[in-house]
Structures are given as C-alpha cells and as structure tokens.
C-alpha cells in the first residue's frame, strides 16, 4: 500500500469524516457520546468562520475498504492560544481505519500536520490521549510528546451546557 | 464592590500583559514568557483574532493599591469537539488577589459562559493544576468535572526541537 494521498477536506468528505469520528469513539468505547451531525459538521468546518481543520488519507477506487470507502484516515485540528508562548495547533482528532494500518499513513498525517504547525509560526502542538490507550502514548513519545498532566500536574476539566446555562444566568 | 464586565479592547493589552505576568508568578512559572503585550495586541486584535479578551474594571475609587482599575480578566478562544461540536476554551481567568471573594471570578466566567452559548457551544473547557486547590473547589462549585480523572484523559505536548523533526519526518 504506497499509494494513498493526503488532501484538505472538502464538503463532500463531511459523511465520511463522521463515520471516522465515530469508529474512533467505537475503539474509546464512547459512540454513544458523538451527537454531532453531518450538518453541523459541514456548517462549523466550511463557512466564513470554520471552528476546525480537517485532513484526510484517501487512496485509489482499487484498494477501497472491505465495505467500499476510499477515504481511510483524517485528522482534525484547530488553532489555540497560550498567553505565554502564542499560537498552538490543537490535534482533536487522529485516526486510521484498522485495515490500513502500518504503512506509514498515521505518520505522514502527523508530518503534515506538523509542518502546518510550523508554517503559521506556532510554538507547539497539542492533544489529548487516554491514559489506557499505552500504543497512542508510545506512538507520540517516539516522536517527542510529553505528558503534562503527568510531568506539569495540568488535569482538563469540563463544564456541560447544563451548567454554563445556570452560570450564564447567575 | 461595584464592578463591570466587559469586552477587552486593544488598550487593554498593557494590563492584560501585567496580570498575566502575576498569574504566571501564582503558579511559579514567569520565567516561561514568550509573549509580549505587542504580540497580545497582534494576535487579539487583527482581523482573524487568535483569543478573545474580558476585562473586570473597577471605579477609580476603589483602584488597586499599585493603582490599578482593570482588576481581573480572561482570556478565551473557541474550539471544537469531534463527539458535541462548538466549544469554548477558557484558557486563562484571574483576579488581582485584593479583590477576590467579591464574586468577580465568577462573573468573568459567567460572560465566558454566555458568550459561548451565545456562539452555539455545548460545553466550556478548560485545564487546571492539580496542586491549586482553591481554583479546583472553585470550579467543582460552579459544576465542573475533572475529565483527566474521570476519563483518564492526559495533556500532551510536542513542541521545539520534537516538533522540528516530526515535521521533517524524523523518528
């Protein structure tokens, strides 16, 4: 498997990218969390103001999947600040379908992104990987990822639309 | 204590840089301060704005000992989740020592809050240190949950020299 592209996303991969972003949540054993639609999806990442980024490995009508899709992997990122060192790319998502796996996708997605990262001057790249999830975290350390909620004590909380509605009205 | 809330603008890049530089010393990191207040106003303030700014201000009689009336802030952009959608990131929320317990941190976040919601988020975000217990009793009061303990979810990075080398495709 040498051939397989990498490309922006386009508005007719939104079906495609939510699919993906489901498979991912399957294997973190949270699909029943992803309540995002393909609407939304195309909405947030191809208007005046996208809220995302997305890149995607395709490869050639003859080496489809099993079930007959062409477009195998995507990763989807943003741009955040950091008041002390500026501008960061925040990976949000990584994936590669099982059956495409070991032949170098995963590491020419993260190339890619890497060098956007570059590119537009940020200082870092950031992410979040679950603790369990031992193949992701060696993966990132082989390519020079430290742990900061291990080494800097930083834990990522979260406030639900529930609360920020009584917050907002307090 | 009278206080307002309210949109941070250009000009309050100078006490925004000040009190960043106080937040970095709480948490004992100043030394690691890369961005200057022109950088702040470049990256803020420009057409496609990297953050977004809310300022508490106090009346002038009620100035900070060093003389301030910007007494607190906070910085947040807008990000998004591949499960929920819209999201807001609280990245930075401070209040100059003298004037906390007079529910200015919680205003500061409720604006943050509406913004968000104003913009179509499901869910604010943001990090804290495990050590800062104060903050963290903050937070769990106003209904937070700590996503690394409960899902196990770490912070990484890859930054400098790592980040270099993965973009030239190095091992």
Known sequence: ?170 | MDFTIRAATLEDCKDISRMILELAEHEKVSDQIKITQRDLEQDGFSKNPFFHGIIAEVPEHFKSRDGHTKVGYSLYFYTYSSWKGRAVYMEDLYVMPEFRGKGIGKALMAKVSQLGLAAGCTQLNFTVLDWNKSSLDFYRKQGCWDVTADLGYHCMRCEGDALEHLAQGDL
């Open chain 1, 1 to 170: 498997m040498d051939k397989f592209i990498l490309r922006k996303a386009e508005p007719k991969d939104v079906s495609d990218i939510l699919r993906l972003i489901k498979e991912l949540a399957k294997f973190e054993e949270m699909e029943e969390q992803v309540v995002l639609t393909e609407k939304e999806l195309l909405e947030d990442g191809f208007g005046d103001h996208p809220f995302y980024h997305c890149v995607v490995a395709e490869v050639p009508k003859d080496k489809q999947s099993l079930e007959g899709y062409t477009v195998v992997g995507f990763a989807m990122y943003y741009f955040t600040y950091d008041p002390w060192i500026g501008k960061l790319l925040y990976l949000e998502d990584f994936y590669v379908m099982k059956e495409f796996r070991g032949y170098g996708m995963g590491s020419e997605i993260l190339k890619m992104l890497s060098e956007t990262a570059v590119k537009t001057r940020c200082s870092g790249m950031h992410f979040i990987v679950a603790e369990w999830n031992t193949t992701s975290i060696e993966f990132y350390k082989r390519r020079g990822a430290s742990d900061l909620s291990h080494e800097e004590g930083w834990r990522l909380y979260e406030i639900d639309k529930c609360n920020l509605l009584k917050m907002s009205s307090k």
